[in-house]
């Protein structure tokens, strides 16, 4: 009888401590692959020609993401910190240094994501704003 306890407890212990994890579950609402359809300067069609994008679709540790975006020319990494009352930071990013012959979206991208303080997740739109009324807007790429 000891032994069946003791193997009971030990096949326990043993779950308990492999379903404990610092990674936390993904988020499928958020955690995609995003294409930016809308940001101030740039139409829909220019956006599109760059296949400007945002890929959120990293483990999340302890609520941070590691991001990555495209916008035609540098890969361009940040972490991001998406709370569940619509606030998100963003870290100032870095990226690949390679000139390319139009690089105004990517500045303009850059400069915005950092300041960007809100989010919220509708459907398959995700919008990012500022505090001063700035917007940017994606849908999921895996939205037909």
């Not at 009888?1 to 407890?9: D, E, Q, T």
Request: aromatic share 8%; hydrophobic share 45%.
């Amino acid at each position: 009888m000891k032994k069946i306890l003791l193997s009971l407890f030990a096949v326990l212990l043993l779950g308990m401590v492999l379903n404990c994890s610092s990674v936390t579950n993904k988020n499928p609402a958020l955690q995609r692959q995003w294409m930016l359809v809308s940001l101030d300067g740039f139409s829909k069609d220019q956006l599109i020609a760059n296949k400007a994008e945002m890929n959120l679709t990293a483990n999340m540790v302890d609520g941070k993401i590691q991001a990555s975006a495209y916008m035609g020319c540098n890969q361009m990494s940040f972490v991001t910190e998406f709370k569940s009352n619509g606030s998100v930071k963003i870290s100032k990013g870095i990226s690949t240094m390679k000139a390319c012959r139009d690089m105004a979206l990517e500045t303009s991208f850059q400069k915005k994501i950092e300041m960007m303080t809100k989010y919220s997740v509708e459907g398959h739109f995700l919008t990012l704003n500022d505090d001063k009324g700035n917007s940017m807007k994606f849908v999921a790429a895996d939205w037909d």
